[in-house]
C-alpha cells in the first residue's frame, strides 16, 4: 500500500524555539493532507487541512500563527510548531489523500514526538 | 458537530476468543466509517470503512463490522483473536466529497491479548 513517511520521528526542543515537520508520500501525489494531534492516552485532533499551492485551513481551537503549515508540492507538507512551549508536547500524525480516478484513500504517516522542555 | 464515541477504554481477551470492540457516533447526514489500528512505531492503519451499501463491512485481518443507523453505531467484531492483535483502535467518522479525510476520532479502545 502506499506509504507516508514523517521525519523526524521524535524531537526535543528547548522552550521558544521552532520545530519543523515534514509529511511525505513516498509513491503518490497527495493533493490534501491533515495534520493531528494526539495527547497521551487521548484521541487524535484534526488541527488543519493543507492543500497543495494554498493556504492551510484551521480547525476551529487551532493558533494559525503557532503552528505554521505549508504543502509545497504534491509530496510533501510541512508543520513548523513556532516558538514552542511545553503544553505543544504532544504526538503529531499527517495524513495524505491520494484521489484518483480509481480511488480516494487516506493514508497515515507514523507520527512525530515532539517533546519540549 | 459531529463526535464518535468508544466507551470502552481498555479490553483484555485471551486469544482465540471473540472480539467486539464498540463505537457510537454523532452525525447529522449519512456518515464514513472508519476503524484504524495503532501500534507503537507504526501508523494508523485502516482495517476497514463505510461509505453505503451492505451494512456488513469485511475488512482487513479477519475483522468485520456493522453499521447500524438506528442504533448509531458501528461495532467491531472479530470471531478469534490473535497475539498479533494487541493494539489501539479507533473508530472515526467523516464525510465524503471535499471534506473526505477530515475525521473525527473516539478516544480509542486498547486491546490486551492473552495468551
Known amino acids: 500500500g502506499a506509504v507516508v513517511s514523517q521525519h523526524p520521528s521524535w524531537v526535543i526542543c528547548k522552550s521558544g524555539t521552532s520545530v519543523k515537520i515534514e509529511c511525505r508520500s513516498l509513491d503518490f501525489q497527495a493533493t490534501t493532507m491533515f495534520w493531528y494531534r494526539q495527547f497521551p492516552k487521548q484521541s487524535l485532533m484534526l488541527m488543519a487541512t493543507s492543500n497543495e499551492g494554498s493556504k492551510a485551513t484551521y480547525e476551529q481551537g487551532v493558533e494559525k500563527d503557532k503552528f505554521l503549515i505549508n504543502h509545497a508540492s504534491l509530496t510533501l507538507s510541512t508543520l513548523t510548531v513556532t516558538s514552542a512551549h511545553p503544553e505543544d508536547s504532544s504526538f503529531y500524525i499527517c495524513s495524505a489523500r491520494e484521489a484518483s480516478g480509481f480511488t480516494d484513500t487516506q493514508y497515515f504517516g507514523p507520527g512525530t514526538r515532539l517533546t519540549v522542555l | 458537530a459531529q463526535s464518535v464515541t468508544q466507551p470502552d477504554i481498555h479490553i483484555t481477551v485471551s486469544e482465540g476468543a471473540s472480539l467486539e470492540l464498540r463505537c457510537n457516533y454523532s452525525y447529522g447526514a449519512t456518515p464514513y466509517l472508519f476503524w484504524y489500528v495503532q501500534s507503537p512505531g507504526q501508523g494508523l492503519q485502516l482495517l476497514l470503512k463505510?461509505?453505503?451499501?451492505?451494512?456488513l463491512v469485511q475488512g482487513i485481518k479477519g475483522f468485520e463490522a456493522e453499521f447500524k443507523r438506528s442504533q448509531s453505531s458501528f461495532n467491531l467484531r472479530k470471531p478469534s483473536v490473535h497475539w498479533s492483535d494487541a493494539a489501539e483502535y479507533f473508530c472515526a467518522v467523516g464525510a465524503g466529497g471535499t471534506s473526505y479525510g477530515k475525521l473525527t476520532f473516539g478516544q480509542g479502545t486498547i486491546l490486551t491479548v492473552h495468551p
Open positions: 463505510y461509505f453505503s451499501g451492505d451494512t
